[in-house]
């Protein structure tokens, strides 16, 4: 368990909430200080967040769009057939708003009022820095 990544989950701007961010708190209390390490299977998710295997899949896949998390370990989060590592993006949730949605691959919606470049930030794995008011 990680306080500093249960922190950064529920302090952070991350916009959605509802069961979204039951299902992001409940993987930073898998994560490490990193945020990494994270490898729950979709059944304990599902029973801790009180929801559907089926409704944790779909939120995950909702997750890896908005660039929150991503797989560990390789492209695909493990080997075939084991369950899927996952990494907190720590960088992000502790962003400006705006940032999430940003995906890399062309998915997801920019949050908030501006991108503040967030496209490029997350493409180049730049950190995001606050805009200054």
Do not use: N
């Not at 059944?43 to 801790?48: E, L, N, P, Q, Y």
């Not at 769009?65 to 989060?77: C, F, L, N, R």
């Not at 992000?92 to 691959?105: C, D, E, I, K, T």
């Amino acid at each position: 368990m990680s306080v500093r990544a249960t922190r950064a989950v529920m302090e952070g701007p991350y916009p959605r909430g509802g069961t979204h961010l039951v299902v992001l708190l409940v993987l930073a209390d898998h994560a490490d200080d990193t945020g990494g390490g994270i490898w729950p299977s979709v059944a304990r998710v599902a029973r801790v967040a009180r929801c559907s295997a089926r409704q944790v899949r779909r939120i995950l896949r909702d997750l890896e769009a908005d660039g929150v998390i991503e797989p560990d370990g390789s492209a695909v989060g493990g080997r075939p057939g084991s369950t899927r590592r996952w990494r907190l993006r720590l960088d992000l949730l502790g962003a400006q708003p705006a940032v999430f949605g940003a995906a890399r691959s062309g998915r997801g919606h920019v949050f908030g009022s501006e991108s503040d470049g967030a496209e490029a930030q997350l493409r180049d794995g730049a950190p995001t820095e606050p805009a200054a008011a």
